[in-house]
Every structure is written in structure tokens, then in C-alpha cells.
């Protein structure tokens, strides 16, 4: 299968997490677009979703899906959102898309967090897949300083030339080079420091489902 279809094949899997009656959280991202093409299936089953970015917002709309403000919802049964790496305990680095900020959110609002993901984004340790950090503007060259000294290699991510923009009016920093044998510790640190919006690090807000796409079908991992 190819890793779109696998991603489709997940997509299709998630359904049966969510609740009918309920109001749905709605990640952002690739497999994420199979997930809310999925949905369409049983709006008719559900109050509609909060979603994690103005992209997402805008393909649920399309297909007839009420969108909330999450400031509007208390409480969200469960959140669909895929990783660009989860490891073997549920924690996930996120962020390949811009949207790790809102997608902390509604992850934070959620009882259950289910991460889809096909099986190339399953790794021992993160911190292969470039570490997004979302930062104020302001901010940027002494929070890469400050990585350097932790061994990575930090830059501002670019959109035809210029630093992106984030739904929030912020930038990203992507960091290469960290191996991230604590999650929780490292989440906590870096989430300190001035200037720092979000870290891409998803381990307090830590996937408890995962439906892996794989060549021999949807593999469940619990954690």
C-alpha cells in the first residue's frame, strides 16, 4: 500500500472513536484530511467538531460539519490527530504543520487523544523528525542559541522566502539534531523558557490510542 492509502486506511479507522451525539476535536495535517473526508460519512451523527486550525476549519466546513470554538465546548470526548513520530509510550512530536499550538489546546480539553499515523512515523526515541518549536518573533535567535547548546541545529522556518506566519501570528523554529530520551522533562524545560509559545513535544498531552497503518492493516497500540 502506498503511504497514502495507508493513511486513508486510518483515517477510516478512527471513526469508531468517535462519539455519537458528541462534538469531535479535529487535528490538522495529511492523514488528518482522510480522517475529516471520513467524517463527512456520519456528520449526521454528531453535533460537529472544534478543530485545530484554520485549515482544518475550513475542509469540515466545506463538507457540512458545525465548527465550535473550543472556548464554546468544556470537555471533548476524544481528539484525532496524527504525529510526525509517536514512540512506544504515546509521546509524539507535532508541529510538521504549524498548527502545534491549537492542536495542544484541544488535545489538552479532550478525555482520549488518538493519534493516526502510518507505521514510518513509529520510532524509539524522538527527535529525528526536525523539532518544531513555535516562538514570538522576538525571540527566535536566543531560543536557537539556547538549543545549540542542547546539540541542535535550529532555524526559522520559511514560506516563500520569508519566516511563516502561524494561525496565531507567530513563527516555528524546526530543530535537527536532539535525541529526546525524556519527553516529560524535556517538554517541561523548554516550555519554560521566554519567548517559547509552544513545543512541538506532545508528551503531557501524550496519545493514549494509536491506529498505526501498516501493510498487514490497522495496528492498535495502546498505551
Known sequence: MTQDELKALVGQAALQYVVPGEIVGVGTGSTVNKFIDALASMKDQIKGAVSSSEASTVRLKALGIPVFDSNDVAELAVYIDGADEINGQGHMVKGGGAALTREKIVAAQSKMFVCIADESKLVDHLGTF???????????????????????????????????????????????????????????????????????VFAYQKAQVCLLGTSAGVKTLKF
Do not use: C, Y
Open 130 to 200: 526536525p523539532l518544531p518549536v513555535e516562538v514570538i518573533p522576538m525571540s527566535s535567535a536566543r531560543i536557537m542559541a539556547q538549543f545549540a547548546k542542547m546539540g541542535g541545529q535550529a532555524q526559522v522556518r520559511l514560506k516563500d522566502g520569508q519566516p511563516l506566519v502561524t494561525d496565531n501570528g507567530q513563527h516555528i523554529i524546526d530543530v535537527k539534531g536532539l535525541t529526546i530520551s525524556d519527553p516529560v522533562a524535556f517538554e517541561a524545560e523548554v516550555s519554560q523558557w521566554p519567548g517559547v509559545v509552544t513545543v512541538g
